[in-house]
């Protein structure tokens, strides 16, 4: 299972052709590449454990797809390899002779680090052909297709778009890249009256788009190339550009590839170094950016890409994080009417990583955990995203409609990290706070190359409001651990107590074998796999009824899946109810592995922004 050695520059990079799809590697993103065993019984139509033989495709198609980039204009443009020259050349064509002069200068210093730090192999997690081969290697824009092959019937009650975000770099990377740092691209499949569509576009960043004009990738990749002393020369080289109008980062360097949300007739797609972009769905079943939203004009900073709906009051409660000054972390919520409330500071210590939160029908709860943001260890050649063993982890409590931050209750909880919390409730009865998330171990393993094996062990972690005291459990018996990650509860009942939970198997680590559904009070767990050599991603919920369904589970699991045999993709709906395959739309193009989705009813979209 060791990762492939080939250079991330010897990588081709093109159109979706698909090179051979047959390579014997396990695409090894890094992570320790032990992972909790699976406990089955024997079954010999279903071999999850062949995914230890699944293809790796460590080579990209040969011309640079970017160029050109299907337009909602055009969408039968060809492929013109020329593009990404004339692009640049177009760009430059409008610079005054100091900025010429200065691009040239700082081109070259570009090109020196560059070939500093190829002189020097990059870690599994910086590493391009590792990061992003195989399955989660990018694809080119896909306009909208209609009439889908569907196997099986989709049920009736299904009538909107699913839609699902992910990292998809424009360009080659040129240094370290790590799987979070790709551009975002947006994967729609459109139901209705049980036929389908599908189409993938670029989220059209500010970032991106500047790239795409200068025909290069310019701004720097925050995990992937910022460590040490490279990581501060890209920066100081970043912002000189800047400082001569080459590039401009004010309008934001963020990439929106993690969360999706469907808030005040808008989709935002976000992640949590930007303000959200808002994705326009078109009549067709086609997607088009809007562009960075603030709410009008009322968001003045990032926000975090798991912002939460109340189910009841239609409320959106976000968090905002900043590495550098204080206040390192902000609280805030939108009305369902879009209405921000202000902002409450909430006084850290240190820059803490923050990738999600939880809610209760009252409180909002906030993780303070080991992972915290170090910039000067950079300056000593480290990585600025450390496990920092001295911090001691725990949650805050704070009211939902707080004006400030002075009645928020921090419960220490050892030793826990969750990059996901799935869900929150109270229990008055006992005066706790019940949070199910899934508990990662090494913490950083994510952003730091380590040998210790990966798990992420779902947990109820209970914190008592009366005496600060908080306990945590593993939900899952020893014989059924699994890894589990990505995932939700039914979100009708978010902040409420629920009974189930569908989360990933995340076996072998990092690919998704299948999903499981688990009673988080009997710890009873029901496996769904998606068969052999067929990975997918986070199971989506979709509830029957959403007003009226009596069973929690009365429902539907959409999720994207792609067999690295015959190197096709699927989006599978799955009964909740009984984990019977009710249905595949077969798709037209490759998937690729990603992050995180919604689903937008068609009764929704008449209202739609």
């Known amino acids: 299972m060791a990762a492939s050695t080939t250079s991330p520059n010897s990588c081709s990079w093109g159109k979706s052709q698909i090179l051979n799809p047959f390579s014997s590697s396990l695409v090894d993103m890094g992570f320790p590449t032990k992972s909790i065993a699976l406990k089955k019984k024997p079954n010999k139509s279903l071999k999850v454990e062949s995914a230890l033989h699944s293809p790796s495709v460590l080579h990209f198609p040969k011309q640079p797809y970017p160029n050109p980039v299907i337009t909602r204009q055009d969408s039968t443009a060809k492929p013109d390899n020329k593009s990404n020259k004339s692009q640049g050349q177009t760009q430059q064509s409008q610079w005054n002779p100091l900025q010429r002069a200065a691009a040239m200068a700082l081109d070259i210093a570009e090109n020196a680090l560059v070939s500093r730090e190829r002189q020097h192999p990059l870690p599994k997690t910086a590493d391009p052909s590792v990061q992003i081969g195989g399955n989660f290697a990018p694809v080119p824009e896909l306009p909208v297709r209609h009439g889908l092959p569907v196997t099986g019937s989709i049920p009736d009650c299904i009538n909107g778009v699913y839609l699902r975000n992910g990292a998809n770099p424009l360009f080659e990377p040129v240094a370290g890249h790590h799987f979070f740092d790709g551009d975002g691209m947006v994967h729609a499949v459109a139901i209705g009256n049980g036929s389908a569509s599908y189409a993938c576009r670029f989220t059209e960043t500010q970032r991106l788009m500047q790239e795409r004009e200068l025909g290069r990738p310019v701004f720097p990749k925050a995990i992937g190339e910022l460590h040490g002393h490279n990581g501060i020369g890209r920066l100081l080289l970043f912002y000189a550009r800047g400082l001569f109008g080459l590039v401009d980062h004010k309008q934001g360097t963020g990439v929106a590839n993690a969360g999706l949300v469907y808030f005040n ?3 935002l797609a976000m992640s949590e170094d930007d303000l959200p972009y808002q994705v326009r769905i078109t009549p067709s079943g086609d997607l088009e950016t809007v562009g960075r939203y603030n709410f009008n004009h009322q968001l003045k900073s990032t926000m975090i ?17 900043d590495v550098v000054q204080k206040p390192y972390l902000k609280y805030f919520r939108f009305s369902a009417d879009g209405d921000k409330s202000p902002d409450v500071e909430i006084h850290l210590p240190v820059p803490t990583m923050m990738h999600d939160f939880a809610i209760t029908e009252n409180f909002v709860v906030i993780p303070d955990q080991q992972v915290v943001f170090k910039l000067q260890e950079m300056i000593t050649g480290g990585s600025p995203v450390i496990y920092d063993q001295n911090k001691k982890s725990r949650f805050g409590i704070l009211a939902k409609n707080a004006k400030d931050s002075n009645d928020v209750i921090w419960i220490e909880s050892p030793d826990t990290f969750c990059f996901h919390l799935w869900n929150a409730w109270e229990e008055p009865e006992t005066d706790e706070v019940v949070v199910i998330g899934s508990c990662m171990t090494p913490a950083d393993s994510i952003f730091n190359e380590c040998d210790e094996s990966l798990k992420s062990v779902l947990s109820e972690i209970r914190l008592n409001l009366k005496t600060g005291e908080s306990t945590r459990r593993p939900i899952l018996s020893e014989s059924d651990q699994v890894n589990l990650e990505a995932g939700m509860v039914n979100r009708n009942r978010l902040g409420r107590k629920t009974q189930f939970a569908y989360l990933a198997i995340a076996e072998p680590w990092p690919k998704v074998s299948g999903f499981a559904k688990v ?26 009824d959403a007003n009226n369904s009596e069973n929690e589970d009365d429902g539907y699991i959409l999720a994207f899946v792609h067999d690295e045999k015959t190197w096709k993709s699927e989006l599978q709906i799955v009964n909740a109810m009984n984990l019977q395959l009710e249905a595949s739309i077969q798709l037209p193009s490759r998937v690729p592995y990603g992050f995180h989705g919604t689903f937008v009813d068609s009764k929704d979209l008449v209202n739609q922004a």
């Open 265 to 267: 007739n808008r989709l």
């Open 519 to 544: 009673d988080l009070s009997s710890g009873e767990v029901k496996k769904y796999f998606y068969g052999d050599n067929k990975y997918g991603g986070e199971p989506f919920f979709l509830p029957r």
């Open 305 to 321: 890409a798991h912002p939460k709906v109340d189910p009841v009051s239609k409320e959106l409660f976000a968090l905002s994080y």
